[in-house]
């Protein structure tokens, strides 16, 4: 018989209690209970497993997230509490966002959850923030006041993240790294084939994009649950209209909160851009000592006529791009996209 804790059960608790079960329902999975035999630990399981259950569909039914509980829990512990990210790499794709995650981390100033791109304002938004906050809890730390982070390149171009992140997270700071869409295509299809998720060509794959991707998004803004494959790995010329998506985030942050980042840059100059990127952040300026260029992909050259397509392609597009960051961010903040994509 499952048990049910109904959301006044939840709120005449102690902060303590609270917390304590907020997590145990959102990470006890695959815990082994030792000195039990299989029979004792089976049954001991489902009893565990039938209060998270409880647990969590109060959990979601109430949305905790957005209302007084996780904050009233919060308040009440101590500071070994689980965090939620100060900043969020949001993309784009295959324009270096991992290379990026690797230099910042190293930062004494900054604690890194164990694995990169957690997707939860895309993917795993069903969970709930107690999962979220959960996946933080290795960046815990007696040694001071510290920055957490989140990197999940897939939230620049999903239609949801946005508002979503603002929501939970409304002083949080994004940093966009942006790379000329042509070759961001190109690494982006090359990455797909890696994962044996395409097998056309890449002239084939582009002439096949809007009949894979035709009513993805209408479907996926009537329906938020929804996760459309084709949007996530078929989109290589829609994910390089960066305009479109920046426009989604400046209505939900302000420039202040926005730090965009060019790729050829950071390749270029990564102890500059790296510099940048802790002056935003407001953490003390330290050399960079390595630069660790991750996820380097290899592959043939691309077809000079499949280039001078996507060129074309994506003008209007940078144009506008050019124009909207112009008239919102102030000049001196502003990377040179042009000199890299223009020539």
Not at 66 to 89: H, N, Q, W
Not at 273 to 283: A, C, I, K
Not at 317 to 324: I, P, T
Request: charged share 25%; net charge positive; aromatic share 12%.
């Amino acid at each position: 018989m499952a048990l049910v804790i109904t959301a006044d059960d939840l709120l005449n608790l102690g902060p303590n209690i609270l917390l304590g079960l907020i997590l145990l329902a959102v990470v006890w999975d695959r815990t082994s209970i030792p000195g039990f035999a299989s029979t004792e630990r089976r049954g001991l399981m489902d009893a565990i497993n039938s209060c998270r259950r409880g647990i969590l569909r109060t959990l979601y039914a109430v949305k905790l997230w957005r209302k007084e509980i996780i904050s009233r829990a919060l308040r009440g512990t101590a500071s070994a509490a689980p965090r939620l990210p100060d900043f969020v790499v949001i993309g784009a794709q295959r324009a270096g966002t991992t290379s990026l995650w690797e230099n910042v981390g190293r930062h004494p100033g900054i604690r890194l959850p164990a694995r990169k791109e957690l997707h939860f304002f895309d993917l795993n938004f069903h969970r709930g923030a107690p999962w979220y906050m959960a996946q933080f809890r290795n960046c815990v730390t007696s040694e001071g006041k510290v920055l957490v982070g989140d990197a999940s390149p897939y939230y620049m171009f999903h239609p949801h993240v946005a508002s979503r992140c603002s929501a939970l997270l409304p002083h949080v700071r994004i940093i966009v790294i942006l790379r000329n869409p042509v070759d961001r295509a190109y690494s982006h299809y090359n990455h797909e084939v890696r994962s044996r998720q395409e097998r056309l060509s890449f002239e084939d794959a582009l002439e096949a994009e809007p009949v894979r991707m035709d009513g993805e998004l209408a479907r996926m803004s009537i329906d938020e649950t929804y996760h459309s494959f084709a949007h996530a790995h078929y989109s290589y010329m829609a994910r390089g209209v960066y305009v479109d998506q920046l426009l989604a985030w400046r209505q939900s942050f302000s420039c202040e909160q926005i730090l965009l980042v060019c790729s050829e840059e950071f390749f270029e100059d990564p102890a500059k851009q790296y510099q940048r990127v802790l002056q935003f952040l407001g953490l003390r300026p330290i050399p960079l000592k390595k630069f660790s260029d991750k996820n380097k992909g290899k592959y043939p050259k691309m077809l000079p006529s499949t280039r001078e397509r996507l060129v074309a392609h994506f003008a209007p597009h940078n144009r506008r791009l050019y124009a909207f960051l112009n008239e919102s961010w102030p000049a001196g903040e502003l990377p040179d996209f042009a000199r890299y994509w223009d020539r």
